[in-house]
C-alpha cells in the first residue's frame, strides 16, 4: 500500500508544470482564467510541488505509517430521528427552488428512445 503511495508521490514530484497542464486543469475545474492567472497558478502549483519535494528529504526509518492523527475510531453520534425540517425554510436556501422542489442543472442530454 505504502509502495504504491510513495510511487503516486514521486509521479507528482516529477510532474512539469506547463502550459498544457494548467489548460487541463482549467478545463476540468470549469474555470476561465486569464494568461496572468494561469502564470501565476504556474508558480503556486510548482511551489506546492515543491513543499512535497521537501518532505521527501525527512528520514522516516523505522517510523510506523500513520492512517489518521487521532486514535479515535468511528466517533459518531446515535442515529436519532428529529423533527422533519420545513420546507420552505429548506428551499429558502437553495440557489434555485420553485417552491416545492430544489432546481438544479439538467445534465442529461435528451435521448431519443
Excluded: Y
Aim: hydrophobic residues 40%; proline residues 4%; glycine residues 4%.
Amino acid at each position: 500500500m505504502f509502495d504504491r503511495q510513495n510511487k503516486a508521490l514521486i509521479q507528482l514530484i516529477a510532474m512539469k508544470i506547463d502550459r498544457a497542464l494548467i489548460l487541463k486543469l482549467e478545463k476540468l475545474s470549469k474555470l476561465s482564467l486569464s494568461e496572468k492567472e494561469r502564470e501565476e497558478m504556474t508558480g503556486e502549483l510548482e511551489a506546492m510541488l515543491g513543499m512535497v519535494d521537501k518532505l521527501s528529504e525527512a528520514d522516516t526509518e523505522g517510523v510506523e505509517p500513520l492512517v489518521h492523527v487521532l486514535d479515535a475510531v468511528n466517533v459518531l453520534r446515535n442515529d436519532e430521528p428529529g423533527e422533519p425540517s420545513d420546507r420552505s425554510e429548506v428551499l429558502d436556501n437553495a440557489p434555485k427552488a420553485d417552491g416545492e422542489f430544489f432546481l438544479v442543472p439538467n445534465m442529461m442530454k435528451d435521448k431519443k428512445t
